[in-house]
């Protein structure tokens, strides 16, 4: 484009020349020879024009070309690449044993299932620790509450066991204590001490004797023993019970003068030894 235009600024020039120049120059530089001129120009210019052209078509078949060679390219190694994927998936699928898409949909329903059977296991074991120590609890409330009524009834039933005037009617409401809790040592010695007073002597020496097995350190049981073996007049077995209260209980020897029960004893040196060293004691 640019030789073209060289061209004709040079035409325009010349002929600017050709008018200046006198007659016999214009006809040395003749018509015949400028046209030659121009045509020789113009072939030129379009041989350069098709030079370049070939030139630009040769740059864009080898620029196409070398793009078609890396998409080529680029797909070959893309599809080498999920190649190798698949292969290195297929061979640790084999490694791992799982030869196929149902054998890891089993693999994962097994895990799955195990999964949930120890979870819910976990949760039984939790839930049945949970419903034990509720029952024991529950246990532990139900008994104090029982333990509480007890309580309150056998406390009741002392309350009227000191308001009874008749030994019949005291030994009915020790009998109710008993029967509520049978390991009373306390009803059973109270309830030997009301069989004395109606002369059940033996049988308030067969109570004193359960009490003493339950508990040997309550002292009142020994003394109930004591005035029951006196009154069998078995003065030995009742001095040493005697002497077995009053080493429990100090208190009790205060009783000796005063327990009627003891009239059998009073006469004997063990007895007196006793009351002597009570008086000297108090004294």
């Given at each position: 484009m640019r030789n073209l235009l060289v061209l004709l600024v040079s035409i325009l020039l010349l002929n600017s020349v050709i008018a200046q120049q006198s007659d016999s120059t214009r006809e040395l530089f003749g018509q015949p020879l400028m046209e030659r001129y121009v045509l020789d120009e113009l072939k030129s210019v379009r041989q350069d024009q098709q030079q370049m052209k070939a030139d630009?078509?040769?740059?864009?078949?080898?620029?196409?070309?070398?793009?078609?060679?890396?998409?080529?390219?680029?797909?070959?190694?893309t599809t080498n690449n999920i190649f190798y994927i698949i292969t290195a998936a297929a061979s640790l699928l084999v490694l791992l044993g799982w030869k196929s898409l149902n054998d890891i949909k089993k693999s994962l329903k097994d895990s799955t299932e195990k999964k949930l059977h120890d979870l819910t296991m976990a949760y039984e074991e939790r839930l049945n620790a949970v419903e034990n120590k509720m029952k024991e609890r529950s246990k532990v409330i139900i008994d104090n509450q029982e333990k509480i009524t007890s309580t309150n009834t056998i406390h009741s039933l002392w309350m009227r066991a000191?308001?009874?005037?008749?030994?019949?009617?005291?030994?009915?409401?020790?009998?109710?204590?008993?029967?509520?809790?049978?390991?009373?040592?306390?009803?059973?010695?109270?309830?030997?001490?009301?069989?004395?007073?109606?002369?059940?002597?033996?049988?308030?020496?067969?109570?004193?004797?359960t009490a003493i097995e339950k508990d040997d350190s309550y002292s009142l049981a020994y003394w109930q023993r004591a005035c029951a073996s006196a009154r069998l007049n078995k003065k030995k077995e009742a001095i040493k019970d005697i002497k077995k209260a009053i080493q429990l209980s100090d208190s009790l020897s205060d009783?000796?003068?005063?327990?009627?029960?003891?009239?059998?004893?009073?006469?004997?040196?063990?007895?007196?030894?006793?009351?002597?060293?009570?008086?000297?004691?108090?004294?």
């Open positions: 630009i078509n040769k740059q864009l078949a080898e620029t196409q070309l070398k793009s078609a060679d890396r998409a080529i390219e680029y797909t070959t190694n000191g308001l009874e005037k008749s030994e019949e009617d005291k030994i009915t409401v020790y009998d109710e204590i008993l029967q509520i809790n049978p390991e009373d040592i306390e009803a059973m010695t109270y309830k030997a001490d009301a069989l004395l007073e109606i002369n059940e002597v033996r049988w308030a020496l067969n109570l004193s004797n009783e000796l003068e005063k327990e009627t029960h003891f009239e059998n004893l009073r006469g004997t040196e063990e007895f007196k030894k006793l009351l002597d060293k009570h008086v000297s004691q108090k004294n």
